[in-house]
Each structure stands twice: as structure tokens, then as C-alpha cells.
């Protein structure tokens, strides 16, 4: 993956420095550094913060979807399967894993994204922090992601799920 080299170049193109773009992320400067710079490897939160600063999907900093990239949280495992577009939204798709233990918190995204959880297997407690809800094998979960939202696995099982992020796109501009 070469994650670094995306995330500053888009960095550059809006014109947000380093610091800048550490604070509104809430991450330290020299992980962000050692991110560009390609010695440090970052997690799902830390791109899903960095990337909700920039305004683009998870998938902008990501390899190409045929290198099938896989991501890793705390508590989820996330493999890019396909990116999708139409002319009103950017969407994602991931096979979703998430182990059993501590939940997993990921940061906002950029306003108006929205999360669509399917559950194959386990039982999945998801959505904004202060109001998660609850999922098994068969069930849907949806919620807007604009505000900080975890994942957890309820009992010892391990849940698979899918995935489906939808990116707005701002009004004449292309991801």
C-alpha cells in the first residue's frame, strides 16, 4: 500500500499542512510524518480520521481495488472488495471481520456518510457511540457515520459482515 504518498499529496492539494492536518484529525504529528513518509503503518482509525479531514473516502488513500487492500482496527478487519460511483455518491464495499474483545471507536466521517452493515454470522453491536444497535445473522444495520461510532462483538463469536460506506460527493467535484 502506498498510503503515505496518497495522503500527502492530498494534503498538498488542499493546501493543509502537516500540523494542520494532524490536529484536525486528532492524531500525533509524527505518526502522520511516519505515515507519508512510509515508516509507520496506520490503522483503520487513524485513515478514518485522516481522510474525513480531507474530504475522501476511505478508498483515495488505499491501493487499488484489484490489490484487494485489507485494513485492521482494534476490533475490525475490513477488505476492500469493490469501489463503486455514480454521479451523487462514492461507495465502498468491504468483507467486515470483527473479533471478539474490546470494541472498536472509529472517528466522524466527513458530513452525510452513511454506514449499511449486513450480518452473516455472530452478533454485531454498531452505530454512534451514544446510541449503538444491534444485529445477528440476517439482520441490517444503517446509520449516518458524520459522528464518532464503534463496532463490537457480542458474545465469544466472531461476526462477519459486509460493509457499505456511501461518500456524498460535494457538488461539482469528482473523488
Known sequence: ?????RIRALRMD????????????GVGKATLSGLE?????????????????????????????????TVR??????????????RDATYELYRMRVSPGP???????QAGV?????????????GPVDAPRTAGPGEYLRWTSDVPHSYAAVGDEQVRASLLLRYPRPSGKDN
Open 37 to 69: 513518509n512510509g515508516v509507520r503503518n496506520p490503522t483503520l482509525e487513524t485513515l478514518y480520521a485522516i481522510t474525513a479531514q480531507l474530504g475522501v473516502p476511505l478508498t483515495a488513500v488505499l491501493s487499488a481495488p484489484e490489490e484487494t487492500p
Open 14 to 25: 488542499r493546501g493543509i499542512s502537516l500540523s494542520e492536518l494532524a490536529r484536525l484529525a
Open 114 to 126: 452513511t454506514e449499511h452493515v449486513t450480518v452473516f454470522s455472530g452478533v454485531l453491536r454498531a
Open 103 to 109: 470494541a472498536q471507536l472509529s472517528p466522524a466521517h
Open 73 to 86: 482496527g482494534v476490533a475490525v478487519g475490513a477488505t476492500l472488495l469493490e469501489v463503486f460511483h455514480d
Open 1 to 5: 500500500m502506498d498510503v503515505g504518498p
